[in-house]
């Protein structure tokens, strides 16, 4: 778990994480993701441009996955905003309410015209 402490897991989180890791259909997309950030994360085309608006919101405190200088360099030369936050993997459960506004965010600026600083999730 990537939480500062245990004491702040989100009442039943640990509960339900249990009971979502026995389905098989969660197990399955978890071991992708762990494969796709393990090996084809590292060896995509950084520098392939995007048809649609795509943020990335990267918690530097991640102990597992890094982004280098150099990938999110490429990124955003690709079309990618990028937006680091000081918050681990697990950010959207640990702190739900930055979590919402982040989402908010997305919301109206693509309500709104679309500036260079914002635009939408990639999932």
Do not use: C
């Not at 509960?15 to 389905?23: H, I, N, P, R, V």
């Not at 405190?61 to 990028?82: I, K, N, P, T």
């Amino acid at each position: 778990m990537h939480f500062a402490r245990r004491r702040r897991f989100p009442p039943g989180y640990l509960e339900k994480t249990a009971s979502l890791l026995q389905s098989p259909r969660i197990s399955r997309t978890h071991a992708e993701l762990l494969r796709y950030f393990m090996h084809d994360f590292r060896g995509m085309e950084w520098e392939r441009a995007v048809r649609f608006p795509v943020q990335v919101v990267w918690g530097n405190r991640d102990m597992a996955y890094h982004m280098s200088r150099e990938q999110e360099e490429a990124l955003q030369r690709a079309g990618f905003a990028v937006q680091r936050i000081d918050r681990a993997h697990h950010f959207p459960l640990s702190h739900p309410v930055e979590t919402a506004s982040l989402l908010r965010m997305r919301r109206d600026s693509q309500q709104s015209p679309p500036t260079n600083a914002m635009a939408a999730d990639r999932a």
